[in-house]
């Protein structure tokens, strides 16, 4: 097969030297047209990262979501009461085994997810962001303005990108269509809508009474609702959590299988989260829940989801055991890695200690004790470091590290860094490149 790039792939200097190193351009016969800067790549990265981030975890304040939304130059996502859809497309790459094979199909995924990229570049309030475990896979959050013209955007954006991706890659694709949600806080419910969606397609075609019922479980699952049973599971209770099953699952409710999928859908975003919180030294359990959400919907009764949904229950349990039971070290440990991976946010002691059940006064001491210095200095250690690595990249203006490092000024991140290093990022920055030229 020959594979035309019609149109343009935009490409970063890493990915395209470590494709260059496998795959022989000459046989495969792409048009590049133009390559993309390596520091918009990166805001690019940095968004997609943050987008996903939003469905996985578990977000005590809008504040600090709007905070980094403004860091990322995502200010349309900032408004109050957006009228917000998620969409789903996945490619179907052929299942030819064999080293050679492996390598065109990763390169034919690297195209697609760069093909949306570019295609969604062209639609204003269409921001796209990849699956961490599936490749294959890319997500869309839309934003939906009033007026006729609004009504059927995500799924003319949808129609064009399947027609691209046909015509410059010679793939067939998967796709699902969320419900519109109102705000960030359903963003969640979005996700699962769409996942509902894109699991029945090609033969799934909405009716308008199932879509009623979707939007009637989508009020249900309020950002109240998901933190108690994420408390009841982390609590490990197992018959607290059975007694809402009961509810949720309810053997007298006459609905049809897809209504109970949503719901188990949706459950497993609370599992992901706390596991995301809780899970220390490896992704597994992790990569575990995520890739149920394609398994679930070839349940065909709500007694197979609901065994299922209980397994996993007790499985996201069990990691949270092993921390809460553990010494105070490995509960430090699970709120480092917490911090670690939102330093770039304002982050406060009692935030975390909501976020962990924990007193105040005793994690500020627990964290001094194990880690040997102060929880703010230590979430400065990582800014710092964050600040020189993308100063010695030398690919983003200084302003947008700053930014990007969880400052909300440039002068603040000036005086915290040269308080740091000694020196500031422009000097930083001017000294590293002329050593690295030298050598």
């Not at 990691?319 to 699970?334: D, P, T």
Request: hydrophobic share 40%; charged share 25%; net charge neutral.
């Amino acid at each position: 097969m020959r594979i035309i790039f019609e149109s343009m792939l935009v490409d970063g200097e890493g990915i395209r030297s470590s494709i260059n190193g496998k795959v022989d351009w000459e046989v495969l016969s792409p048009r590049i047209a133009s390559e993309a800067s390596s520091g918009n790549e990166a805001l690019q990265l940095l968004q997609e990262s943050f987008l996903l981030q939003l469905i996985k975890d578990e977000w005590n304040s809008m504040a600090v979501i709007r905070e980094r939304l403004q860091q990322l130059q995502l200010n349309p996502l900032t408004a109050n009461d957006l009228n917000l859809q998620i969409a789903a497309l996945e490619i179907k790459v052929p299942s030819e085994k064999g080293t050679d094979r492996q390598e065109w199909k990763a390169l034919l995924k690297l195209a697609f997810q760069k093909l949306c990229r570019e295609t969604s570049a062209g639609w204003k309030g269409i921001y796209p962001f990849r699956d961490e475990f599936n490749s294959a896979m890319m997500y869309f959050l839309v934003i939906l303005k009033s007026g006729p013209e609004q009504s059927h955007k995500t799924k003319r954006f949808i129609e064009e990108l399947k027609q691209s991706t046909a015509s410059n890659l010679r793939l067939e694709c998967a796709a699902g269509i969320g419900e519109q949600v109102k705000g960030l806080k359903r963003l969640k419910n979005a996700y699962t809508s769409c996942m509902l969606s894109w699991n029945q397609s090609p033969n799934y075609r909405e009716a308008e009474g199932e879509s009623r019922q979707v939007r009637e479980l989508m009020q249900f699952f309020t950002p109240e609702v998901e933190r108690m049973l994420a408390r009841v599971i982390e609590n490990m209770d197992m018959n607290a959590f059975r007694m809402h099953l009961d509810a949720l699952f309810n053997s007298e409710r006459d609905a049809p299988m897809f209504v109970f999928t949503f719901l188990a859908l949706r459950l497993l975003l609370v599992f992901s989260s706390i596991a995301q919180k809780f899970e220390l030294g490896s992704s597994a359990v992790q990569k575990y829940l995520w890739k149920c959400q394609i398994s679930i919907a070839d349940y065909q009764s709500r007694e197979g989801i609901r065994e299922k949904i209980e397994e996993l229950a007790l499985l996201v349990m069990d990691e949270v055991q092993k921390i809460r039971l553990s010494s105070g070290r490995h509960m430090i440990e699970a709120v480092r890695k917490d911090i670690g991976e939102h330093f770039c946010c304002e982050q406060d002691l009692s935030s975390l200690a909501e976020r962990f059940h924990f007193n105040e006064t005793y994690l500020s001491g627990l964290f001094k004790q194990h880690v040997g210095i102060p929880m703010d200095d230590y979430v400065t250690r990582l800014r710092m470091a964050e600040a020189e690595q993308l100063l010695q990249e030398n690919k983003l203006k200084l302003t947008d590290i700053a930014m990007f490092t969880g400052y909300s000024s440039f002068t603040g991140f000036c005086s915290a860094f040269k308080k740091y290093s000694g020196r500031s990022p422009k000097d930083y920055r001017e000294r590293y490149v002329k050593r690295h030229a030298r050598n």
